[in-house]
């Protein structure tokens, strides 16, 4: 079953034609067109611009797509068996371009259309090229719109166990990076500057609501915390790496933490990362040594071209719920920005 995904949902025009069997899923193509290099001069996506660049960047995309995966337009409707598109959360200007794209091509190619929340694409990441994920799992999603826990019970089945009060983790990330004024999107150059650490025990900052006993999750005050302790260092550009160091281990520990403890209570068989923050290194890694603690659960993260925004993912997604027959009508698909799980 071929599918062809559209996300639109931020500041990446993303698609992709995935192909999907049984419970394995396999990438025909995945293009992927960032606004960062766009976005970085205001230290955020501003979303007018994202959107007028989504307008000029999506039908090249998915020609693109389409191309790489060696599909002939005149044949989209023998060869696609489903459209599938971001409907939120998101930027509702920036939805809207891959929404009403994917409705037309739905319409005039008479093709199913499926509606994918932008997390469960993030989600089943990790499903693409990876056939041994089992049930029930625990998926802890961290981008930079959401920091959420999630127990997968089945395909399709999600319940959210805990979010962030406040700030995301991936928000986090952008926030004291812009506080260094060290560059955007911050998750990638604060774990770039904490590969360099020398002194680890330079400065400490809080795990923010480690032992709260609950799932949810606050990241607002340790971005605050950073500050004061920045404010309070005359000499802190000469211990970026430090201050990166320590802000990205706390992060990782809150996250670890709070992970493994729902994957014993839940007698997890998996436990899956999803979304952006998902690329960082050292979460990565120290997932994989917390989760051998517990020898009923396999650690699985999406590979790294998978994790920030595109479109594979929400193509995966669209072939889980295509099995499913969950389409939806032409009429009927809407831009949800606060659509939850
Ligand atoms: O999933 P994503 O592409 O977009 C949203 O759905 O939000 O996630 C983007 C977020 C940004 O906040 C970015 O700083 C963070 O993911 N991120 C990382 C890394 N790469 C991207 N955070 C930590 N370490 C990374 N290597
Ligand atoms: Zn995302």
């Keep these: 079953m071929k599918i062809l995904g559209i996300e639109s949902s931020c500041d990446e025009t993303a698609a ?23 976005h970085k001069k205001y230290g955020g996506v501003i979303p007018e611009i994202a959107a007028r660049e989504h307008v000029l960047d999506v039908l090249p995309v998915i020609k693109k797509a389409l191309f790489n995966a ?26 809207m371009i891959g929404i009403e794209t994917a409705k037309t091509l739905s319409y005039i190619f008479e093709v199913p259309l499926i509606s994918v929340n932008h997390i469960e694409g993030h989600i089943y990441a990790n499903f693409i090229n990876q056939t041994k994920i089992e049930f ?3 998926v802890l999603t961290v981008s930079g719109g959401h ?28 926030k004291a990076a812009q506080l260094m004024d060290i560059g955007y ?11 360099k650490v020398t002194n680890k025990e330079y400065v400490s900052l809080p795990r923010p609501m480690i032992n709260s ?11 605050t915390a950073l500050l004061y302790k920045l404010q309070k260092d005359k000499n802190y550009k000469k211990h970026i790496p430090e201050y990166c160091y320590e802000f990205q281990q706390s992060i990782a520990d809150v996250l670890i933490k709070k992970t493994i403890k729902a994957a014993e209570k839940f007698s997890a068989k998996n436990i899956l990362l999803a979304g952006g923050v998902s690329a960082n290194k050292e979460l990565r890694l120290q997932f994989s040594e917390a989760s051998k603690k517990l020898p009923q659960t396999i650690f699985y993260k999406p ?6 925004d595109n479109a594979a993912m929400i193509a995966s997604a669209g072939y889980f719920k295509a099995r499913d027959k969950m389409y939806i009508d032409w009429k009927d698909i809407k831009v949800n920005p606060n659509l939850a799980l």
């Excluded at 406040?166 to 928000?171: L, N």
């Excluded at 590979?303 to 920030?308: A, M, N, R």
């Design 16 to 38: 992709s034609i995935i192909n999907g069997n049984k419970n394995s899923v396999e990438v025909l193509s995945n293009i992927v067109s960032s606004q960062i290099d766009i």
């Design 70 to 95: 060696n599909i002939d337009l005149k044949n989209f409707s023998k060869e696609i068996d489903a459209v599938a598109v971001s409907s939120g959360p998101g930027l509702v200007s920036s939805l």
């Design 136 to 138: 029930p799992a625990i």
């Design 147 to 174: 920091t959420m826990l999630v127990l997968m019970r089945d395909y399709n089945n999600f319940e959210t166990l805990g979010e962030t009060k406040d700030d995301a983790a991936g928000e986090a990330f952008d």
């Design 185 to 195: 999107p911050g998750g990638p150059v604060v774990s770039e500057q904490a590969e």
């Design 213 to 223: 006993g609950d799932f949810s999750f606050s990241f607002s005050g340790l971005k």
């Design 303 to 308: 590979e790294l071209s998978y994790t920030t």
